[in-house]
């Protein structure tokens, strides 16, 4: 069994990853081929721009380069992030690709550490020598015409299986894109890849002292417009159970945040065809492995104000309405079905649609949403948590990063 990694050294995730995922696939029994690609051709391929991270607003920037350090530091490797990064790395992919398979991994290392770690410039011809040399291969065939022509055709051909990023992994005809999916991807090799908790593997390595639950609390950012938001909904209360640590449900309007931030009203239909394709399969994967049903609504997207403003009046409604519209393609936007809909769950209706429309409640949103922004908060959903022990509070965003907030209740705090 073998998994491929797909990947460039001028990616910091593909970085994290490279560091992880022979011990990971080795745990599944498995082999890794490393598949040197450019990213910059493969977003060409694709029509996408060439570096996505100068469309994206500060606030999503700002947490995106957080999280990589903070993936760093769960994992325990070093990550020192260049002050003129991206730089281009051409040259360095082509000297990964005439390495052997043999040779690739190491080789591959050696780039990544030099870009990541070292500070050293992998778009020198010197550093590039260097590194060449170390590993007995010829620095003038770097630039050979059938060592471009094996770079273009490989990245040609990872775009034609449906890569639109990386790190990539490919199991089969399958394809995970994201360091953090590199368990769900190792899942279809074999059955042992859960813990128990859904998938929220412990990635790292190291050993926390266990904290006493005083003096933390999670606040959980949330809007029923989510599929993200919903995901996170069905496992936040078990993970911070696991620690004793209360957890307060704080639904804000997405929308509002989303054009007050400058991030478009739906980002899901912004990205190109492939990805859009990709994130519902994602979606699907991480309801199964969570053991949740999941369903696209027919009616997406949907106007959330109204259940907002009921969740705020009976908190204890919100998870029937998550269920009801992600689970079974439930209206939950207008009165009549949203009436229904807490009727079935138990609820008095009535009382709460009323609420909907009280001036207190209305305003209870609008805060909402304005405290999230000021906290920093660029989407759902997003995991406060404070403690104690730190002055300020830690912001974690997406569902995906479940397994992240795990460790910090077990006694884990990053330093960005």
């Given at each position: 069994m073998h998994i491929d990694f797909v990947y460039d050294v001028v990616c910091p995730y593909a970085y994290l990853a490279s560091t992880r995922v022979e011990a990971a696939a080795a745990a599944y029994g498995a082999t890794v081929r490393w598949r040197p690609i450019l990213l910059g051709g493969l977003f060409r391929e694709i029509g996408a721009p060439d570096d996505p991270n100068t469309v994206m607003p500060e606030a999503k920037a700002t947490l995106v380069r957080r999280d990589i350090e903070r993936w760093a530091d769960l994992l325990g490797v070093p990550l020192d992030r260049p002050t003129d990064h991206p730089r281009r790395t051409v040259g360095a992919m082509r000297l990964c690709t005439l390495a052997s398979d043999a040779q690739r991994p190491a080789v591959s290392r050696a780039l990544f550490s030099a870009y990541w770690v070292q500070g050293r410039d992998v778009s020198d011809p010197r550093v590039l020598a260097s590194i060449a040399s170390q590993h007995g291969l010829s620095a003038e065939a770097i630039d050979a015409p059938g060592t471009k022509a094996a770079l273009r055709e490989a990245?040609?051909?990872?775009?034609?299986?449906?890569?639109?990023?990386?790190?990539?992994?490919?199991?089969?005809?399958?394809?995970?894109w994201g360091q953090d999916r590199l368990d769900l991807a190792l899942s279809?090799?074999?059955?042992?890849?859960?813990?128990?908790?859904?998938?929220e593997v412990d990635h790292s390595p190291r050993v926390f002292e266990p904290m006493s639950a005083g003096g933390r609390s999670v606040t959980f950012v949330h809007d029923f417009s989510s599929p993200f938001s919903y995901l996170a909904s069905t496992a936040v209360e078990r993970v911070a159970a696991r620690h004793g640590v209360p957890v307060t449900?704080?639904?804000?309007?997405?929308?509002?945040?989303?054009?007050?931030?400058?991030?478009?009203?739906?980002?899901?239909?912004?990205?190109?065809?492939?990805?859009?394709?990709?994130?519902?399969?994602?979606?699907?994967?991480?309801?199964?492995?969570?053991?949740v049903p999941f369903r696209f609504p027919s009616h997406f997207p949907m106007r959330s104000i109204?259940?907002?403003?009921?969740?705020?009046?009976?908190?204890?409604?919100?998870?029937?309405?998550?269920?009801?519209?992600?689970?079974?393609?439930?209206?939950?936007?207008?009165?009549?079905?949203?009436?229904?809909?807490?009727?079935d769950a138990g609820f008095s209706p009535e009382p709460l649609i009323e609420a909907t429309n009280d001036p207190e409640i209305k305003e209870r949103l609008k805060s909402n949403t304005m405290q999230a922004e000021t906290l920093g908060v660029c989407g759902v959903p997003t995991f406060v948590v404070t403690d104690d022990r730190h002055e300020a509070p830690l912001l974690l965003w997406g569902q995906d990063r479940l397994g992240m907030l795990d460790a910090v209740l077990s006694g884990w705090w990053p330093s960005a």
């Amino acid at each position: 069994m073998h998994i491929d990694f797909v990947y460039d050294v001028v990616c910091p995730y593909a970085y994290l990853a490279s560091t992880r995922v022979e011990a990971a696939a080795a745990a599944y029994g498995a082999t890794v081929r490393w598949r040197p690609i450019l990213l910059g051709g493969l977003f060409r391929e694709i029509g996408a721009p060439d570096d996505p991270n100068t469309v994206m607003p500060e606030a999503k920037a700002t947490l995106v380069r957080r999280d990589i350090e903070r993936w760093a530091d769960l994992l325990g490797v070093p990550l020192d992030r260049p002050t003129d990064h991206p730089r281009r790395t051409v040259g360095a992919m082509r000297l990964c690709t005439l390495a052997s398979d043999a040779q690739r991994p190491a080789v591959s290392r050696a780039l990544f550490s030099a870009y990541w770690v070292q500070g050293r410039d992998v778009s020198d011809p010197r550093v590039l020598a260097s590194i060449a040399s170390q590993h007995g291969l010829s620095a003038e065939a770097i630039d050979a015409p059938g060592t471009k022509a094996a770079l273009r055709e490989a990245t040609a051909q990872a775009a034609a299986q449906g890569a639109f990023g990386v790190p990539t992994f490919r199991v089969g005809d399958r394809l995970w894109w994201g360091q953090d999916r590199l368990d769900l991807a190792l899942s279809t090799l074999a059955s042992a890849g859960d813990n128990g908790t859904g998938v929220e593997v412990d990635h790292s390595p190291r050993v926390f002292e266990p904290m006493s639950a005083g003096g933390r609390s999670v606040t959980f950012v949330h809007d029923f417009s989510s599929p993200f938001s919903y995901l996170a909904s069905t496992a936040v209360e078990r993970v911070a159970a696991r620690h004793g640590v209360p957890v307060t449900w704080h639904p804000i309007l997405l929308g509002a945040l989303f054009r007050s931030i400058g991030t478009p009203d739906v980002p899901l239909f912004t990205m190109t065809q492939r990805k859009q394709q990709w994130v519902a399969r994602d979606l699907d994967d991480w309801a199964k492995a969570r053991g949740v049903p999941f369903r696209f609504p027919s009616h997406f997207p949907m106007r959330s104000i109204l259940p907002l403003r009921a969740a705020l009046a009976e908190p204890k409604a919100t998870p029937a309405i998550y269920r009801a519209a992600w689970g079974d393609d439930r209206r939950i936007d207008e009165p009549q079905s949203l009436a229904s809909v807490l009727a079935d769950a138990g609820f008095s209706p009535e009382p709460l649609i009323e609420a909907t429309n009280d001036p207190e409640i209305k305003e209870r949103l609008k805060s909402n949403t304005m405290q999230a922004e000021t906290l920093g908060v660029c989407g759902v959903p997003t995991f406060v948590v404070t403690d104690d022990r730190h002055e300020a509070p830690l912001l974690l965003w997406g569902q995906d990063r479940l397994g992240m907030l795990d460790a910090v209740l077990s006694g884990w705090w990053p330093s960005a």
